[in-house]
């Protein structure tokens, strides 16, 4: 019996360590390239009852790669590790709704966007938001700073004392660390769907997110008292655009994503996705 | 749907996802267990050589990863891995990246938790053989190997079978952890569940029960290994 | 060496320090509380609740912590029922639903922790409080209690010492103890060694410093088992 265990210890071990050994990503000659994707950011990306993963970036980025010649493989992975996966090696690309900041421009590069969505409260319909200057408009705080200032002060004056529930790691939890940070109690969490369960079970006062995301929650059978209140943001803090992100030293996937995607954008399909994912067109006018 | 009806197979149903994830669980539990024993009895016997420094580094490998979050230890493994193993290939030459997958990420975490509390169950089941027989194979003229493979490894293992069952169900637990690194384990696929459907107390409650349910039968698993491997072994307790 | 961010990373850690303690030790007592009370039906000699106690010991030593938190945590929240009811205002805080649940698992081990001690006592011990006519509550607490807290001690120190890293689940639940700043800084920084290094630390200590306390609490209680003064 203690021979039949130490063979089994054996095989389990070297089982182990071939697993550990086994490489996943080659780079440059691009077959295939690795994806990373949440799965948990409807309806950008969706795990459905079979475990797949879809939604409308995995449409969008499976034309992209016929377009371009290589395989898509997708991975599921936590937002909170997409960078750090991506520079580890896990993947070769992220696609989860990730705006184009300076910030991470230092970290990674981004394609061209293929998706432009701004910011966007949730919360009760009689939401003190619902009031705030600017509610029901597309704030631009690059193009109006204006405008910003003012909307973002009635924001503070709206939330203050309510709890608000955001992503960590997004533009949404920086804007609101920058300007919310002891006006109101913000909540970050791992996932989006957490912060929708909290905010539909009462313990948060708003959410604030991605338009499309935000959309898609409140229309949900079960948010019959919730709506999409305040001001929209885009710019600024909240980014330039959704983009692709892709290591620094792989130029040349950057360049091959852009020019599939610029095909795309020119003949309909991002749209096409878009209208069938979002109900609106979020494609990119350029 | 209906309440139960998303726990079914049919479409939209996530029963068969819950049940691939419960597979998953056991796997890197197991996994993570076979690991922790073969680091557990390097750990064990460097205490037991004798020797100042080895026992010293024994010692310390057990306090660390006993008095460390195994939250912490899990985020550390599955950061640490893939820069360590890329770092070590560009090293050698190979160029790019070398990827590590969640799943050994996650058995090597579970692994090296466990490892340290095996490492203790080792020892004490090694000190627990009598002196007689092991000052016999040496008077009879076995060599070190053969002494280990006839009278060392069958005793240790019989008496470390008690704490081992208890590490299993230990290792059952942790694997949950290795959620938040995205390996689609139980844990895993119940958050998912939870938060695409909107019925977390379904979710995670069913996720509960099947943890509960693997936990009741592996018990079973190990309480028969135990019984076989100690027939005829005279215990203080019965 | 950028000694002024690691300085800047350990200081804010140390600010998130006293959540995790007071979550820590909330749990505990709260834990330590039920258990007494899960313990005393397990040996109350009456099935149903003999029962009950060996049902709840297993459900809560079988299942693992994370899936229980997030059962009290968002399981319960999504119930209208328990939105209606008056458990709600304290359900609805993060804090005291991560405190209930950690309570509730503890609960679990403590009891079997307990029950342990309570068996270690020797029957010789309680056989003659009763010839000597003491009564069930002085039995128990000048023989059994003191015996058995003896006997407990060892295994109640891991035990404590395991729920200092389990408090580290409850930054899953948006709390900001000493694990998730750790994870935030890390997010936010992308620096991904230093900060998990210095919580790693933080909690060692911690967990060094209960371990000792124990020990020295064991030492006190047993001068029967100390070597001999020379």
């Not at chain 2, 844990?187 to 509960?212: E, K, N």
Request: hydrophobic fraction near 50%; include cysteine.
């Amino acid at each position: 019996m203690a021979r039949k265990f130490v063979k089994a210890l054996g095989f389990g071990a070297a089982l182990a360590t071939s697993l550990a050994l086994a490489p996943t990503a080659f780079a440059k000659d691009w077959k295939t390239v690795v994806i990373g994707m949440e799965g948990a950011y409807e309806p950008w990306n969706l795990t459905d009852s079979s475990g797949k993963i879809v939604g409308f970036e995995v449409d969008l980025v499976n034309d992209l790669c016929k377009r371009a010649g290589f395989e898509c493989k997708i991975i599921a992975q936590d937002w909170d590790g997409m960078i750090p996966g991506l520079k580890a090696g896990k993947f070769d690309v992220i696609m989860d709704g990730m705006s184009i900041t300076d910030e991470r421009k230092k970290e990674i590069d981004f394609s061209k966007p293929y998706a432009v969505s701004p910011g966007a409260f949730l919360a009760l319909k009689d939401s003190p938001l619902a009031k705030a200057t600017g509610a029901g408009t597309l704030i631009n705080l690059d193009k109006d700073a204006a405008a910003g200032d003012a909307a973002i002060k009635s924001v503070q004056a709206a939330l203050k004392g309510k709890t608000l529930g955001v992503q960590v790691s997004t533009t949404h939890s920086n804007f609101a660390s920058q300007y919310l940070k002891g006006v109101a109690d913000v909540k970050e969490y791992k996932t989006a769907d957490d912060r929708d369960l909290d905010l539909k079970s009462g313990r948060i006062d708003a959410s604030l997110d991605d338009y499309t995301v935000v959309a898609a929650t409140g229309s949900k059978p079960d948010a019959k008292d919730l709506a999409i209140v305040g001001p929209k943001f885009i710019g600024g803090m909240f980014g330039a655009g959704t983009g692709m992100g892709i290591r620094k030293s792989d130029a040349d996937l950057t360049a091959k994503f852009d020019k599939a995607l610029a095909e795309a954008i020119a003949d309909g399909s991002v749209k096409k996705y878009s209208e069938q994912w979002f109900k609106l067109d979020i494609a990119p006018q350029s | 749907m209906g309440d139960l009806a998303i726990f079914g197979f049919g479409e939209g149903g996530w029963g068969l996802a819950l049940l691939q994830g419960a597979a998953m669980t056991l796997l890197v539990s197991a996994c993570g267990l076979l690991i922790g024993a073969a680091i557990g009895g390097l750990v064990a016997w460097a205490r037991l050589s004798g020797k100042l420094f080895a026992g010293a580094i024994g010692q310390a490998y057990a306090a660390l990863f006993r008095g460390l979050p195994e939250l912490l230890i899990v985020y550390f493994v599955y950061f640490g891995t893939s820069t360590l193993l890329t770092e070590t290939a560009n090293a050698l030459g190979r160029e790019g990246f070398v990827g590590v997958p969640s799943f050994a990420a996650g058995a090597l975490a579970v692994g090296v938790i466990s490892g340290a509390y095996q490492a203790e169950v080792f020892r004490a089941a090694y000190l627990a053989i009598s002196r007689g027989e092991l000052e016999a194979a040496v008077s009879v003229g076995m060599n070190r190997a053969l002494s280990f493979r006839r009278i060392i490894a069958p005793q240790v293992l019989r008496f470390a079978l008690p704490g081992l069952g208890n590490l299993w169900q230990v290792a059952l637990k942790d694997s949950s952890l290795i959620s938040v690194t995205g390996l689609t384990e139980l844990m895993r696929i119940s958050q998912v569940g939870a938060g695409s459907t909107h019925r977390p107390f379904a979710f995670y409650l069913g996720g509960a029960a099947l943890y509960l349910v693997m936990t009741l039968a592996t018990t079973r698993f190990f309480d028969v290994a135990e019984a076989r491997a100690t027939r005829g072994m005279r215990r203080a307790t019965g | 060496m950028d000694f002024d961010f690691i300085t800047k990373t350990f200081v804010r850690l140390l600010a998130a320090l006293p959540l995790t303690l007071s979550v820590w030790f909330l749990s505990v007592v709260l834990g330590g509380l039920i258990a007494a009370g899960v313990t005393w039906m397990r040996v109350s000699g009456l099935k149903p609740f003999e029962l009950f106690a060996r049902a709840y010991v297993l459900v809560f030593r079988g299942t693992p912590l994370l899936i229980q938190l997030f059962v009290v945590y968002y399981g319960l929240a999504s119930l209208p029922a328990v939105r209606a009811s008056i458990i709600w205002p304290f359900l609805r805080d993060a804090f005291n639903c991560a405190v209930l649940s950690l309570a509730l698992c503890t609960a679990g081990y403590q009891t079997e922790i307990f029950r342990g001690a309570l068996l270690a006592v020797p029957h010789g011990q309680v056989e003659a409080a009763r010839a000597c006519g003491m009564s069930r509550l002085l039995m128990f607490r000048r023989i059994i209690f003191p015996i058995a807290l003896r006997h407990g001690l060892p295994a109640y120190s891991t035990e404590m010492i395991s729920m200092v890293k389990s408090t580290a689940l409850v930054s899953l639940v948006t709390l900001w103890d000493v694990m998730s700043i750790a994870l935030k800084i890390r997010n936010d920084t992308l620096v991904t060694y230093l900060p998990l290094i210095l919580a790693g630390a933080i909690y060692f200590v911690v967990n060094y410093i209960i371990g000792a306390g124990f020990l020295a609490l064991e030492r006190r209680l047993s001068p029967h088992l100390r070597p001999r003064p020379s």
